[in-house]
């Protein structure tokens, strides 16, 4: 069970970018003058444009007192799929769309294909195709017009929060005060004993784009605690990609609990 989990989770949370040339945003200091809605525009405006990205990634996993690292390609045609193998060989791959979630391992001659329900018990919080992307390009997973929020300020940065927070969960977002991404995006869940946080430790620039550089991500739940971190080596926007995908015949289907 722990390779499943384990592969599965890490598979979903690497879609995020880097290249030789890119740099590092530096932050600023904030304007205490700026309201939550000149906040939110300013975000959406960052929101990431490209049609196709082929990436690697190093991914280092905590789960309890165990350790591993991985790495892993990816491709992806932005809101409509995104493919995920391993590396160097492709032993396991994995194909997630707006309707499903696709999934095979070669060392084992098992499969999973099934909703995001699965995925979402993992995280602590629902999840579809639109917040997996958003989680991996430092996009606020629920949308920001969806809500009416009031701002503060805590050690130079913004922090946003619902006027009225959701009765299933809690959500604060904190804000850079320079180039306004997402610097963290925390989700409570204190009657289920749930808590998501997502770091984004560094943002960068490829080609005029503000992306992700390094993520952390902490699921906890109940006494059970997964860190993920990711150090992102290579990317390609707006490639010519394919995304071939197909389940070998005679394996096995994995049943998640």
């Known amino acids: 069970m722990y390779t499943y989990r384990r592969s599965i989770t890490i598979l979903l949370l690497l879609l995020v970018f880097n290249c030789k040339s890119a740099r590092t945003v530096r932050s600023g200091e904030a304007n205490l003058k700026l309201s939550a809605k000149q906040l939110i525009k300013e975000n959406l405006k960052q929101t990431p444009r490209f049609k196709t990205l082929a990436a690697r990634v190093k991914v280092d996993v905590q789960d309890g007192d165990k350790e591993k690292g991985y790495t892993v390609n990816m491709r992806i045609e932005k809101d409509k799929?995104?493919?995920?193998?391993?590396s160097p060989i492709s032993f396991v791959k994995a194909l997630i769309t707006p309707d499903k979630v696709s999934f095979y391992n070669k060392l084992d001659?098992?499969?999973?294909?099934?909703?995001?329900?699965?995925?979402?018990?993992?995280?602590?919080t629902e999840l579809d195709f639109e917040k997996v992307q958003n989680l991996l390009l430092g996009e606020a997973l629920y949308h920001l017009k969806d809500e009416t929020y009031k701002v503060s300020v805590d050690n130079n940065t913004y922090v946003l929060q619902p006027k009225q927070q959701r009765a299933v969960f809690e959500l604060f977002l904190f804000l850079e005060p320079s180039y306004f991404k997402i610097k963290s995006q925390q989700l409570y869940q204190p009657q289920k004993f749930?808590?998501?946080?997502?770091?984004?430790?560094?943002?960068?620039?490829?080609?005029?784009?503000?992306l992700p550089q390094r993520i952390k991500v902490i699921a906890v739940e109940a006494n059970e605690e997964l860190i993920i971190n990711l150090e992102y080596k290579g990317a390609a926007l707006d490639v010519d990609l394919r995304f071939p995908f197909k389940i070998p015949s005679g394996y096995k289907e994995i049943a998640f609990e």
């Not at 001659?109 to 602590?124: A, P, R, V």
């Not at 808590?195 to 490829?206: E, G, H, M, S």
């Open 109 to 124: 001659n098992t499969y999973f294909e099934g909703d995001y329900s699965y995925l979402s018990k993992l995280l602590g």
């Open 81 to 86: 799929k995104i493919l995920l193998m391993s």
């Open 194 to 210: 749930r808590y998501l946080q997502i770091d984004y430790l560094d943002y960068q620039k490829v080609a005029k784009q503000t």
